[in-house]
């Protein structure tokens, strides 16, 4: 078993740390940060997941109106229509919505622990898009040749899709479009070049044929994607035999690019291992976790708007340690060390 | 009501007048053709779809074998698990697989109706790639700067994506991969660069959220894409309110991009409309058919394997007339004459 020491201030980021971004909203989950360092101190982007105070026999929850506003639709929760079973999706007739809106928002820390909302930094990154009317989630943040590419869900009623941004600054932001279109999430690009091409992991989703599995792709300019091929599948009897996506960016390490990713079973418990990939042929996988290295264990991870979930997609590396964030049960934000030698060692 | 003429011929290739590409397949279908002019002829590319001769009590299908051989899988018909309700797909407990395997076959004609086995060009293009262990289905080919771009339907466990290559004399092609992942089908490219990129129409599939709708795209290359913009989505209540996905290539007009598509209500009816896209901005939709243009009417197009359908990849095009070739019934391809000048009319 890997060592994973969780940090003892854990979850660092909970919902009543967060102010919502209307006073009419309540904060529901903090989740899935992004990580990075800029200018010497640690950010994260979470996802903050946003609802509306709900009313006693009613579901309300909110999508962006057409002018960059914001609408909320109600339904009565005696509709027979309705499908509420999962928390975070209302379902009606053959409509899917989401039962919350997400956006990304960034706060920093000296000590990589504590976090608070940036003193310089504009800190809330709002849907402006037609593609995130539903909303922006779990952001990636890859540093390539000094520029921070943000890889992100992108939600509407046309679908699940992976936008990016791109800034030097954090102030100015260019907006690159949708890089990959439904359905797919969970984006993470290689933080160099490979063989003089872009990479990026990413989880396209299949209707009947195909699955929840992690693909590879190459481009020349991060903008456009060609040459998909299915990396890694799920495992039947597994502790991923339902769905599995990448984490944060792959580190390089000289036995190959270490991937860490989520997998979840058919009672969607979400749990993480790692890939190796192989340094010149990234399509190539070396070894692969057949046990979990992390598990929700604590009961932060195991309670909360949808249990039994810890889920990474940002860290910083510091030589030999990695310091992981991950959300923990779709509802706060948690961090923890590990040791890369130690995951690598658990791949032999 | 746009005039649409079927040839008098129809059907004009049926499962009867294909050879088996073994002898222990039978053609199950002949159905959606790519359609091009080479050396004066008219070519179509089809899609055969073979399965085993079927033994009483015992379902059994075609999948392509690790060593681009084909491996025969069998299935007990009163397994309790097996649903055998889509004739077109095997499902046992969550897994799916095709009932036929499809390859693409070549056939060429010096007057556009009847066709025969190209004296001089390899006729069968087979599965040879991972992402086609299941096949290749629905071949869109789309002529620009003289080179023959053929973006086909991949089906693997993987899911189902579009694969491309290309060739300038039908005898030597070059493979480019998948320049799209999973769920995606009916890829068709415009036949020039509009303000200075490539842009293709494809069909990506929801999960949840989303649907079935066309979407469109940008490259730079044709091999690598990105810009991903939600174009046109199904409408309820109508023809189209389950799927929709491009047809061939779109038509240059004066009055804009000519998109013959296909659309399909929820009793899987499929019928052929039009949209008229921006000549310079073709991300803007101008018009869009209220009505079909065409609908399953005679009794070729209403009894097959699949009944109830016309579906058109393939067409070519003298002046105002356009030879549009369609599959029926996902049994038989079948010609029509149509008068661009008449499609236009009905978008007024």
Known sequence: MTSIIRFKENPIVTPQSIQPSREDMIVEGVLNPGAFIFQDKTYLLLRVAERPKQEDGIVSFPVMGDENTIDILKFNKDDPQLDLSDPRIVKKANTFYLTTMSHLRLMESADGIHFTTPSTLPSIIYPTKAAEKYGMEDCRVTVIDDV??????????????????????????????????????????????????????????????????????????????GKHNCLAMTRKDHWDSNRIGAGASPIWTKDGWLVIYHGANHTNRYCLGAILLDLQDPKQILARSEDPIMEPDELYEQNGFFGE????????????????????????????????KSILKSLE
């Open 148 to 225: 921070y590419y943000l890889t992100y869900t992108q939600v509407s009623a046309g679908g699940v899709c992976v936008g990016m941004m791109s800034t030097s600054d954090w102030i100015h932001f260019e907006h690159l479009g949708t890089i990959l279109p439904p359905h797919n999430k969970d984006c993470a690009l290689f933080p160099q070049k490979v063989g003089g091409k872009y990479f990026c992991l990413h989880r396209p989703s299949g209707v009947d044929l195909g699955g929840n599995y992690v693909w590879i792709s190459e481009s020349n300019d991060l903008v456009h994607w």
């Open 309 to 340: 979930v810890v889920f990474t997609n940002g860290h910083v590396q510091f030589g030999d340690q990695l310091w992981m964030y991950y959300g923990a049960s779709d509802s706060v934000v948690c961090g923890a060390h590990l040791s890369i």
